[in-house]
């Protein structure tokens, strides 16, 4: 069975940064790949995405200009720089694979990793 591995998860004050990774086990090559978040008692949201390539990336409004998102095609890692991080930044950061070359719904990834913490404090 395919799994992603997610780290790079912590603790952060207000405007500090994080980079999360994630990368397929076994020899499972992704698609596209994307970021998601859930934050306590909210629906999980769209971050961010990369395509299969990584000559294309999407993000969510609310991330611009301070989170990036990028890929290792060699290492089959997916990256996401987060940084000005801010209090509502906190949520449990999801990696997901699809199998598609451009990808940026939920429904069009089908591979999940388990999720890695960030809690951003003020």
């Known amino acids: 069975q395919v799994q992603l591995e997610e780290s790079g998860g912590g603790l952060v004050q207000a405007g500090g940064s994080l980079r999360l990774s994630c990368a397929p086990s076994?020899?499972?090559?992704?698609?596209?790949m994307g970021w998601f978040r859930q934050a306590l008692g909210k629906e999980r949201e769209f971050v961010a995405a990369i395509s299969r390539s990584g000559a294309n990336t999407y993000y969510a409004d609310s991330v611009k200009g301070r989170f990036t998102i990028s890929r290792d095609n060699a290492k089959k890692t997916v990256y996401l720089q987060m940084n000005s991080l801010k209090p509502e930044d906190t949520a449990v950061y999801y990696c997901?694979?699809?199998?598609?070359?451009?990808?940026?719904?939920?429904?069009?990834?089908?591979?999940w990793g388990q999720g890695t913490q960030v809690t951003v404090s003020s």
């Open positions: 076994g020899t499972f090559t992704p698609g596209a």
């Open positions: 997901a694979a699809a199998r598609l070359i451009i990808a940026t719904m939920e429904h069009e990834f089908d591979t």
